[in-house]
């Protein structure tokens, strides 16, 4: 190998950012399996953990590493339409941090996670259980959301993630970029020399600060009434 294609190993995700991937798949797939069994009352402590993360990635979009941060990576239309084209033609560049329709998928995957959790909130099912805020709505609202979160949420949710999970597959069996390598541990080797997220010590202590931060807002939401 020639030595004027030197090769750069770049910090992309920072251990926060994989650690929160890591926890929010199996937290994900806990629940889709204590709300299909039943296991209401783990169910709910798996959603009020979801909530904690996905308010942690929200404010980690503003503060983590550089390459976590939504300035870094939600495109402008602009762009999103010039990566479309460039996927249509075979020559979509290899991206450092998401790309332009990952990034989509991203804020996507968090607005339906969100969605998911407050119709919890507000659901009831039926038998002994009843979400923390049931109480704030009238029950045939209770009903609405009830029937949202368990047949419409649900199935949007299970598709988002199979698109994504296949999306991730595609890209590495066929366009030979493996992006799974580098979310687990948070390094992509690239021939220039790029600007690395920051996660040092300092900044993980800081993450860590952030999420007991969001699990103390999420009791606090959980116990409202
Ligand atoms: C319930 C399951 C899952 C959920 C809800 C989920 C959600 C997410 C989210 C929100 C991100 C954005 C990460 C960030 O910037 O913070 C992401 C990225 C990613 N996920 Fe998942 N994920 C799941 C399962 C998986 C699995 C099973 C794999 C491995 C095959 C995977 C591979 C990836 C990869 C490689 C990325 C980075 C993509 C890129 O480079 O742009 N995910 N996922
Ligand atoms: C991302 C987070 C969540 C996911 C993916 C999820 C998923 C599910 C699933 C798959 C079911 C079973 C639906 C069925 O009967 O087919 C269910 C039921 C239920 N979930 Fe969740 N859930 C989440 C968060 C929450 C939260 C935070 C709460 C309340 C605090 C909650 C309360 C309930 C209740 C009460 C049921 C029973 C509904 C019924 O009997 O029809 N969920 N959930």
Not at 174 to 184: G, R, S, T
Request: hydrophobic share 50%; proline share 4%; with cysteine.
């Amino acid at each position: 190998m020639p030595h004027t294609h030197s090769l750069h190993r770049i910090r992309v995700w920072d251990l926060p950012t994989r650690s929160f991937h890591v926890l929010l798949a199996l937290c994900v797939a806990g629940l889709i399996a204590t709300g299909e069994i039943g296991l209401i009352q783990l169910h709910f402590w798996l959603g009020y953990a979801v909530l904690t993360l996905v308010l942690f990635r929200l404010v980690w979009g503003f503060v983590g590493g550089h390459w976590s941060r939504f300035i870094n990576f939600v495109p402008t239309p602009a762009k999103l339409r010039a990566y479309i084209q460039a996927v249509r033609t075979q020559q979509a560049p290899h991206s450092i941090g998401h790309n332009p329709l990952g990034a989509l998928s991203v804020l996507g995957m968090l607005c339906v996670l969100l969605i998911q959790v407050f119709s919890g909130f507000f659901s009831d099912d039926e038998i002994a259980n009843t979400g923390p805020w049931t109480a704030f709505i009238p029950a045939d609202w209770v009903e609405m959301a009830t029937e949202y979160h368990s047949e419409v949420g649900k199935v949007i949710l299970i598709v988002l993630i199979v698109l994504h999970v296949g999306t991730v597959l595609y890209y590495k069996r066929i366009k030979n970029d493996d992006l799974i390598a580098p979310m687990l541990t948070g390094d992509k080797v690239l021939t220039t020399e790029t600007q690395a997220s920051r996660d040092t010590r300092t900044s993980r202590l800081f993450a860590l600060a952030i999420l007991v931060g969001c699990a103390y807002v999420v009791y606090r939401l959980v116990n409202l009434a």
